[in-house]
């Protein structure tokens, strides 16, 4: 039988690379290309091994997972939502597979494969999926059927960051200094934005505290405290800065303040900040 390396591990870096992709869009979080075209890369090269004859035990159950920790580890390093995020890479893995399978199969054999296909297995599997996906991202779900998330860019020192954020008009946090609303996103999901310094210090922001964080960090690093309070909180203090710019679909928020939350702003994920104010556009464009 004739192996080629190419096609095989050109199917498998395309599959890992669009499993990954799903896995952060659903996620909320942005898409840092050279991490996931890494992963995808050696996802690519995992599968052209697996072809290569004797190295079939390769392909293990074992193998596998233990790959797909580490393309997820590669993909987004380490943080608190790594499980989650593993679950729905190896789910939408599964599915990529299962989706290249079948077109090969269709090219190969025609209609005739549909006629041997099992519909009982087939309905039980995409109901299993359906199930999960709706336990594991029911809120998430629910807020892009009502429009509620919104693609957001946020530009900081030449960077940008891109991720979901969902308009939740009960978030009412304003910044005292401008009186201007809040966008509120997980420190984490704004990593594009960060030096490796930072990047660091920001990671102890829920042990330590935003004060603690803010000291080490340094006067000149653009952050400051912004007060708060909250349900069952009296008084609290966030991590905040100035963007050089930041927008909701395209759409100016004008002169806002992002606030960095220490954990994630949402329960499945599926959004990675929190907008209560109105656009440029909406509001008819604001004062300098």
Known sequence: MVIYLDIAF???????????????????????????????????????????????????????????GALVYLAFGRCAAFLRRFLLFLLLSCTMGGLLLAAERLLAEGGAVLA???????????GLCFLLLSVVFRGSARHAVEGQLRRCSVERRGRRADLTALLDTG?????????????????????????EEERCILAR??????????ERLGAGSGFRLLPYQAVGVSGGLLLCFRPEGASLS????????VALSPTAVSDGGGYAALWGGETEKEAGGYAA
């Open 205 to 214: 922001l829920e042990r330590d505290g935003a004060a603690a964080c803010l």
């Open 250 to 257: 395209g759409k100016g928020l004008g002169e806002v303040t």
């Open 10 to 68: 050109l199917l498998n870096a395309l599959a890992d690379a669009l499993a990954l992709y799903g896995t952060a869009r659903l996620t909320g979080l942005p898409v840092q290309k050279l991490r996931l075209a890494a992963a995808a890369a050696l996802g690519g090269t995992y599968g052209a091994v697996c072809a290569l004859p004797g190295l079939e035990t390769a392909a293990g159950p074992l193998w596998q997972l233990a790959m797909a």
């Open 116 to 126: 041997e296909l099992n519909w009982g297995v087939f309905l039980l599997a995409g």
């Open 171 to 195: 978030h009412t946090l304003s910044d005292g200094l401008t009186g201007r609303p809040v966008l509120t996103a997980h420190w984490e999901a704004l990593g594009p934005l960060w030096t």
